[in-house]
């Protein structure tokens, strides 16, 4: 059984950077897509973009300026930036298996808020 | 980006009533449509993926219809554990777009 775990801090001042990481345990991260879903309160789904093992990325345009996502294949992780932020950033932070031959997202983490604010 | 659009935005149902929920992508996304379920404060939970294959696990009374661009997600004999928003997602391409979501509560 797959399981995935967001960590990182739940309160980022503006301007800065916020950061998250995601464990992956029960599987290898070789193979399908690697995603971050961020959700404000309240609010609907948003795909950030998701990572591929050999760290080919793919971006939500309306946020691709600002992100960065990576992946740490011998820790089973992958990582979160968004640059810059502003309160519009706060939100509930997912990641998020995209499975490869089925395109669908079958496993997520419990999620993460982070809330920008000085 | 694929516009997905859910009506309703909400809706009232008893325990044991017959759920409809439609999704309607602004172009063509063949069966590339996934549904999830997400109870308050819950990560989303995958139902139904490719418009009508059921997930492993997920209770029989959960399926899905469509193709092109519009979708339904029907659930039969609502019950207590069902009260929860639905979203539905296309997959057809990127970037991958998620619906409004319909929120199903209690009459």
């Known amino acids: 059984q797959v399981q995935l775990q967001e960590s990182g801090p739940g309160l980022v001042k503006p301007s800065e950077t916020l950061s998250l990481t995601c464990t992956v345990s029960?599987?290898?991260?070789?193979?399908?897509?690697w995603s971050w879903i961020r959700q404000p309160p309240g609010k609907g789904l948003e795909l950030i973009g998701y990572?591929?093992?050999?760290?080919?990325?793919n971006y939500n345009p309306s946020l691709k300026s600002r992100v960065t996502i990576s992946v740490d294949t011998s820790k089973t992780q992958f990582s979160l930036k968004v640059n810059s932020v502003t309160a519009a950033d706060t939100a509930v932070y997912y990641c998020?298996?995209?499975?490869?031959?089925?395109?669908?997202?079958?496993?997520w983490g419990q999620g993460a808020l982070v809330t920008v604010s000085s | 980006d694929i516009q997905m659009t859910q009506s309703p935005s909400s809706l009232s149902a008893s325990v044991g009533d017959t759920v409809t929920i439609t999704c309607r992508a602004s172009?063509?996304?063949?069966?590339?449509l996934n549904w999830y379920q997400q109870r308050p404060g819950k990560a989303p939970k995958l139902l139904i993926y490719?418009?009508?294959s059921l997930q492993s696990g997920v209770p029989s009374r959960f399926s899905g219809s469509g193709s092109g661009t519009d979708f339904t997600l029907t659930i039969s004999s609502l019950q207590p554990e069902d009260f929860a928003t639905f979203y539905c997602?296309?997959?057809?391409?990127?970037?991958?777009?998620f619906g409004g979501g319909t929120k199903v509560e209690i009459k």
């Open positions: 998020a298996r995209y499975r490869d031959s089925g395109y669908y997202f079958d496993y």
């Open positions: 029960g599987g290898s991260i070789s193979g399908d897509y």
């Open positions: 990572i591929d093992y050999s760290g080919s990325t």
């Open positions: 172009q063509i996304i063949n069966s590339y």
């Open positions: 490719a418009a009508s």
């Open positions: 997602q296309q997959s057809y391409t990127t970037p991958l777009t």
